[in-house]
């Protein structure tokens, strides 16, 4: 079992930065492959970034590639999002999820991948 907690959301003007992080509980955070997703107003939730288990290999979105890097801190049990040059339509609810991964090189940029969630952290980019 994995429980996970976004923050780090909040209000910036366009081109500015903010970093989301995503703390785990549990002792099996290193066997979980981590991503991020979003979800905006009246649209369905979308993949945006993924990392596994050793933290070395990621994926992004199109949309966000050049702009948000994924990365994780095993030991303090936490994945980041750093996301730069942020533009409106990066306005949106961000959630972090968890997947149990066998192998420690795998990512996911499925929805259905992911069994644990978090609550969700909104970012809201003001132009």
């Known amino acids: 079992q994995v429980q996970l907690a976004e923050s780090g959301g909040g209000l910036v003007q366009a081109g500015g930065s903010l970093r989301l992080s995503c703390a785990a509980s549990?002792?099996?955070?290193?066997?979980?492959?981590v991503g991020w997703f979003r979800q905006a107003p009246g649209k369905e939730r979308e993949f945006i970034a993924g990392i596994n288990r050793r933290g070395a290999g990621t994926t992004y979105a199109d949309s966000v590639k050049g702009r948000f890097t994924i990365s994780r801190d095993n030991a303090e049990n936490t994945v980041y999002l750093q996301m730069n040059s942020l533009k409106p339509e990066d306005t949106a609810t961000y959630y972090c999820?968890?997947?149990?991964?066998?192998?420690?090189?795998?990512?996911?940029?499925?929805?259905?991948?992911?069994?644990?969630w978090g609550q969700g952290t909104q970012v809201a980019v003001a132009s």
């Open positions: 549990g002792r099996t955070f290193s066997s979980v492959a």
């Open positions: 999820a968890a997947r149990f991964a066998i192998s420690p090189y795998s990512t996911s940029n499925a929805y259905n991948d992911y069994a644990y």
